[in-house]
């Protein structure tokens, strides 16, 4: 199996990467000046100071999103790789293994941003707004959930998201390493919280028991449109090993869409009109790539961004916006502080991908294997008379297929 083959969804993290920070950096920055600072307790930029060039001719914000394109491939991705990491490992030793794999490269692009935001304020002579008990449950992915704090960053979300499909996932490994069409019950379940929500929605539980149920088919219910986009994904994985015909990944691709966006239709989902159009756009990108693999050619400057797309959207949220910020408070032309902000975090990203990320892939996997403890066979389960995917020897050093994350910045759930 050549290494083309699963390459495809590799290079696409590069240009996903680029589609949010640029959406980032260009246009939710600039366009809605007080969303993004606030968070970090900043004033916004007055009006006097003028938007990149570019902002008001990439990011209209009414038919389409960058950042929102960015999120859906990075959703899709992760989809189709997924099941493959669920042929290594058993459920508990998948979630341990994605847990090392993601956690420490958020944790530390959020410190990182953190401190350059304490550094603005120390220089401003100002108190520093966060308590450390905030920041430390913030720099936990997935605290959130458990520990309702205020947001940070805009990104953390996207995270978030990818722990409960990791979760979802794990419930259903067998039938996803396996091939089995059984796994869609998945989301389709999902699909059935989001029609109990839009019945119920104005019902209040009257008992404990009644409440406890009711919160598991809201969170279900909340996050169900995005997680059932997530396995179209999936969908392309049963056809990639020999699961689903053509015809059939057709029809999964269109009724999963279609459930996705039914399920955003029915329930308050934050999805706007744009953002599911840049889903959409982003699932023809996706489908388009996959069909024509074999041009996916293995090419430095997509490897280099694959590599570090994932520190890159750990990082450069907040510290983009503190230099953004701050360069254009001081009088610096737009457009040169996006350079700037972009050239810093993308070195700041290599970095982290080089002292963070790297170890912990290793660690992931040894982790995950013991717990799982079983061989690893080279060839994974396809149907029968389907061509064998091997993972070792795909050529996506130094991530291999199984550990393409899918981890995508945001501003605000559905874009970003």
């Not at 050093?397 to 994350?405: F, G, K, M």
């Amino acid at each position: 199996m050549s290494a083309g083959r699963v390459e495809f969804a590799n290079a696409l993290r590069g240009p996903a990467a680029l589609a949010v920070v640029a959406s980032h950096f260009l246009g939710t920055f600039w366009l809605d000046r007080a969303g993004t600072v606030g968070p970090l307790k900043l004033a916004p930029l007055p009006a006097s100071i003028e938007n990149p060039y570019l902002a008001p001719w990439l990011f209209p914000h009414v038919a389409f999103n960058w950042g929102a394109f960015g999120v859906g491939l990075f959703f899709l991705i992760s989809g189709f790789v997924i099941p493959f990491s669920l042929q290594r490992y058993n459920p508990l030793g998948f979630l341990v293994a994605r847990a090392v794999r993601i956690l420490p490269v958020y944790a530390a692009g959020f410190l990182i941003g953190v401190a350059s935001l304490g550094l603005l304020f120390a220089a401003r002579g100002e108190q520093f707004p966060f308590s450390p008990w905030h920041v430390a449950t913030h720099a936990v992915a997935g605290l959130r959930a458990i520990i309702p704090v205020d947001r940070i960053d805009g990104v953390v979300w996207t995270i978030e998201m990818e722990i409960r499909f990791y979760v979802v996932c794990a419930i259903v490994a067998g039938l996803l390493a396996r091939g089995r069409i059984l796994a869609f019950a998945a989301p389709l379940f999902l699909f059935g919280t989001c029609i109990v929500m839009a019945l119920l929605g104005n019902v209040g539980p009257s008992s404990l028991l009644a409440r406890g149920a009711w919160k598991f088919v809201t969170v279900a219910a909340l996050n169900g449109p995005f997680l059932m986009f997530m396995f179209i994904g999936v969908a392309v994985n049963f056809h990639f090993r020999g699961f689903l015909t053509r015809r059939a990944l057709a029809a999964m691709v269109v009724g999963l869409f279609g459930l996705f966006l039914a399920g955003a239709a029915i329930t308050p989902s934050t999805l706007t009109l744009t953002s599911r159009v840049s889903y959409a756009v982003a699932l023809a990108v996706f489908l388009l790539a996959y069909r024509f693999q074999g041009a996916w050619a293995t090419r430095r400057p997509l490897q280099f961004l694959a590599a570090v797309s994932y520190p890159l959207y750990a990082v450069h949220a907040i510290v983009g916006y503190v230099i953004l910020w701050t360069l254009a408070r001081v009088g610096f032309p737009a457009g040169a502080g996006v350079i700037i902000a972009f050239g810093v975090t993308l070195l700041l990203s290599w970095v982290l991908h080089r002292l963070i990320e790297m170890p912990s892939q290793t660690m992931a996997q040894l982790v995950g294997l013991t717990l799982s403890a079983k061989a690893v066979a080279p060839e994974v389960s396809t149907r029968p008379g389907a061509a064998a995917v091997f993972l070792e020897p795909v050529a996506i050093s130094p991530v291999e297929a199984s550990d393409i994350l899918a981890t995508p910045p945001g501003v605000a759930q559905g874009g970003a």
